[in-house]
């Protein structure tokens, strides 16, 4: 069998290797995906501030010309974009299942999912905010608004979703992790950090707590990660 033909089937044969960085929090959602699936891999580091962004070297550009982490390499493939990696891991190794069985409920969980990797972060990403300061001379003040003004926003939203639907359990979709809460923690990780107000999200303060208790997720957060620093 060829390793295309292992990798579409579905086996663990081909080796996974993920590139990312631990402050990364889309490298963050496939750790958690990997974790929650029980999947052996392989990190490679990829420093975003070391040497003008280890991403923007030749080497990485060879395998991610966006310059971005994470990338997954199963066997000989190759894949960029988070939420694309989460949708791969899902149908090649497809239990335990991060999506429900039902249209309705996956659509809702890809919905959840989006708010966070479409709307939040791409305003919000290391790239933004150093264009910010650098670039467009806004100071650390203005910057820090900026950041939490559309983590807000977008957790706002998050939660009115959460509240108005009764297919909210312990997690985001019912009473096991999906996709939408491997999106989640790390946006939420990223929002304290940046010390946002967190009282009026009570369903998404719960859910991280319902999270950060599973032993998988807590071997996928940032400062246990071999380059923590």
Avoid at 17 to 42: F, I, M, P, Q, T
Avoid at 137 to 147: C, F, P, S
Avoid at 148 to 155: C, I, S, T
Avoid at 160 to 188: R, Y
Wanted: proline share 6%; net charge negative.
């Amino acid at each position: 069998m060829t390793t295309e033909n292992k990798v579409r089937s579905g086996t663990n044969d081909a080796p996974l290797v993920l590139y990312g960085y631990w402050r990364s929090s889309a490298a963050y959602r496939v750790r958690l995906a990997l974790n929650l699936k029980g999947l052996d891999y392989e990190q490679r580091f990829v420093h975003l501030v070391r040497d003008g962004g280890q991403q923007h070297g030749a080497e990485y550009r060879a395998l991610n010309p966006h310059g971005r982490v994470p990338t997954l390499l199963h066997g000989e493939r190759v894949l960029t974009q988070s939420p694309a990696i989460l949708e791969y891991l899902e149908e090649v190794f497809p239990e335990p299942a991060l999506l429900p069985g039902d249209p309705d409920g996956r659509a809702r969980v890809r919905a959840l999912g989006a708010v966070i990797a479409c709307d939040i972060h791409p305003l919000n990403n290391l790239q933004v905010l150093k264009y910010l300061t650098g670039t467009l001379g806004v100071d650390e003040q203005a910057r820090l608004e900026w950041y939490r003004h559309w983590v807000a926003n977008g957790l706002d939203a998050f939660e009115a979703l959460l509240a108005e639907s009764d297919e909210t359990g312990k997690f985001c979709h019912g009473n096991s992790p999906s996709l939408a809460d491997c999106c989640l923690l790390p946006q939420v990780y990223n929002a304290r950090r940046f010390d946002c107000d967190e009282s009026r999200w009570a369903n998404i303060r719960r859910i991280c707590t319902a999270l950060e208790s599973i032993p998988a997720v807590d071997r996928a957060i940032p400062e246990n990660q071999p380059d923590a620093e």
